[in-house]
């Protein structure tokens, strides 16, 4: 029994090992450095935690943990405030957020993975995968009396392009700016960012697929739920549950043992409390259309592509580190750097962000305007943040990544993300 036991683990541990090609390039883990070592000011970079200590002080956050590297090299990596100020649990560095939004970046790295693998084109349209989006409508009417709604056939079929650029036409339900899609999206059951529900993404995405778009395919840009399609897409096309293609192809690889959509139970008590602010304190927020202890209690069901991972700062950084570096970390390759090129490339025109930013396959992008704008970092600089308010940048042309990581809702008088940003940048001393 011992041997076949032995067996199975060393088969195991073969089959991670080649889940990612490995590559000659040498590129290092993050590690700890010195500021000076990789050019960044200790002066500059102590004003950031000056800056950050004095808004917990001021009642205008609870807590942060943020993080800066610079060329592979963690220079500042602190923890502020309170993780949970009811209960008087101090924020610590390695404490686990919901990331939310920022699970998108590696969904679509996931889908570009079996791109890779020639398994698909970008512009195949999706019901060639999920024959439920086969003929897709356009909304033209709605009655508020009774929420019946009239439709349009859509000029074109949503594509896997589409959903990777908030493009699809795919609103996003309870938080979807227009009051009509909140409403048929709730009338019909599909489930929205995070849940403790026993119902798989396959389930949801097929009742959102018989749902009408906001407009034509390729059109408009809206932020949707098209990522939580992407990770039905990677379940249908790899055959393994998206947790699972996660957790082979990306996290173990790279060593992100820190996050998942559903914290193993030794994890569970790092998870840091979302709060609020009412009558001048710090609250827990409370259970609304979601349950904010999703990451712990529940079906553990629901591996939403969009919104449902949860991770610490040093594992998002390593992620991002791996793009800085063209696809690979620590010997092994993720993402060709051709690959890389394509996701950075401006996928969507001018249909985001005005003259500072464009979308590309997994990211906001700034533009040399942006840059000259100041504040954003250079040319190239790629960002996003998440719903319980997270926040990242990578600059490729300094190799620096800044991370902030706060867990808050409700109405905040939060300015550290620009201020982080902009601190950061200036802190450069080379």
Known sequence: MKKILLAVVIWLIAIHADAQTKTSLKSSPLSDGTPS???MSSERLNKIGEMLSDE??????????ALIAKDGKIVFHQAYGMADNTAGVEMKKDAIFRIASQTKAITSTAVMILWEEGLFQLDDPISKYIPEFKKPQVLSGFKYADTTYSTIPANKEI???????HTSGLGYGVIDGDERMRMIYTKAGVTDLFTTENITIGES??????????????????????????GYLVEVVS????????????????????????????????????????????MPYPVTFYDTNYPKVGARAFFSGGAGLSSTAKDYATFLQMYLNGGHLNGVRILSRTTVASIMGNQTGDLFGGDNKYYGLAFGVVTEKGEDHGGMGSEGTFDWGGYFNTQYFADPKEQVIG??????????????????????GAAVDD
């Not at 991370?403 to 950061?424: A, S, Y």
């Open 56 to 65: 917990v002080n001021s009642g205008n956050i609870p807590g942060a943990v």
């Open 159 to 165: 594509t896997i392009r589409h959903l990777l650029t």
């Open 239 to 282: 055959g393994k549950p998206f947790d699972e293609f996660l957790r082979e192809r990306i996290f173990d690889p790279l060593g992100m043992d820190d996050t998942w959509f559903y914290l193993p139970k030794n994890k569970g008590n790092r998870l840091v409390t979302v709060q609020e602010k009412k009558e001048g304190k710090w």
């Open 403 to 424: 991370i902030l990581m706060k867990q808050t809702q409700g109405r905040v008088n939060d300015q550290t993300g620009w201020k982080f940003r902009q601190m950061v």
């Open 205 to 230: 995405v097929k009742k959102l697929a018989k749902l009408p778009l906001h407009f034509n395919p390729g059109e408009q840009y809206r932020y949707s739920e098209g990522l939580d399609v992407l």
């Open 37 to 39: 070592s990789v050019g």
